[in-house]
C-alpha cells in the first residue's frame, strides 16, 4: 500500500518521480522501486516524504485512512477558496514546486524565518 499512496501523492501534487526523487537525493529508479512495491522506502525517507506532502508518516503506511486536509491553515484556506487546489498546484512553476518541497523538509523555525525573509524583500 506503501507505493499507491505515493504514487497517489505524488500525482495529485503535479510531480514526476525525478523531481521527488531528486529531492530525496536517489536515483530515479530506486524512487520508482517504492511506487512499484519492489523495494520499501526507510524510515527516514517515509519521514521526508510526509513533511513534503503534508501528510503524516501513518498515512503514507496506510495506518490513517483519510487524507489530511492540506489546506488547514488560514494562509492555504485562503487559497483554497481562491482558485481551487487543483488549479492553485497547477499555476505552481517547476521551480516553486521544488521549493515547496524543499521547504517543507526544514524545521518549522527555520521556514518562519524564510517565509519573514522574503515578506520583507517583496515589501
Known sequence: ??????RELRLSNGFTQKQ????LNIDRSTY??????????????????????NVSCDYILDFERSKPDIFSDTGNRYMAELSGKERFLASLSEFERAFILYLRLLPIERQQEIFDMIREETK
Do not use: W
Request: charged share 30%; aromatic share 10%.
Open 1 to 6: 500500500m506503501v507505493g499507491k499512496r505515493l
Open 32 to 53: 520508482s522501486y517504492y511506487e512499484t512495491r519492489k523495494t520499501q522506502p526507510d524510515l527516514n525517507v517515509i519521514k521526508k516524504l510526509a513533511s513534503m506532502y
Open 20 to 23: 521527488i526523487a531528486d529531492v
